[in-house]
């Protein structure tokens, strides 16, 4: 599903909800390819997390009701090299292969993020219990997004996730996933 079918798609599900809350990993912008604009335009509010510090701060001038932060998302709490082309990207990812099958190649650089668990990050910066929209887009590194929440803890609506299916290592993690 491409990000204009999640869009129509959020647009239906969400259609009779006037408010709620949404997790929006590795968020990349806040506007443009954006899942959760719609739902920031409707009067929800959320928590936009993405490795690329000029992200967030984008995030904060654009959408200012929103818990903007600039760390990755894993399944614990560590220190991460990440890799990317430009500072503000869709494709930055932990994930050397992906970062080699989907950045120019000749320009991958490589920066360094602390990384923090859903649970951490929750516990941490909001007091809300009801998630519902989950999106997580975190170029090969979502399974590990996943493993790094409480679910008997949090109460989640929708999950929603970008996988990419390019390689056998992806196909397993996609499988995993589901």
């Known amino acids: ?5 999640n869009i ?16 929006d990993v590795g968020c990349f912008h806040p506007i443009r390819l954006s899942n959760t604009m719609f739902l920031y335009s409707k009067g929800w509010t959320g928590m936009n997390i993405d490795l690329s510090k000029k992200s967030i701060d984008l995030f904060k001038i654009r959408r200012p009701r929103d818990i903007n932060l600039n760390f990755g998302v894993g399944s614990k709490n560590e220190t991460l090299d990440y890799f990317y082309n430009k500072k503000v ?6 994930d050397i292969d992906f970062a080699k099958s989907f950045l120019k190649k000749d320009k991958i650089k490589k920066g360094t993020v602390e990384v923090k668990t859903l649970d951490y990050i929750m516990d941490n910066y909001s007091t ?9 887009d975190a170029e090969g590194y ?13 109460v989640i609506d929708l999950i929603m996730i970008e996988v990419h299916h390019y390689d056998d290592k992806t196909k397993k993690i996609a499988k995993e996933i589901l």
């Open 1 to 5: 599903m491409d990000k204009y079918k």
């Open 8 to 23: 129509v798609f959020l647009k239906d599900y969400f259609k009779n909800k006037k408010s709620g809350f949404y997790v």
């Open 142 to 154: 979502d399974f590990e997004v996943l493993k790094g929440i409480n679910y008997e803890k949090y």
């Open 128 to 136: 809300e219990k009801k998630i519902d929209l989950l999106d997580i």
């Open 89 to 94: 990207f869709a494709n930055n990812t932990f």
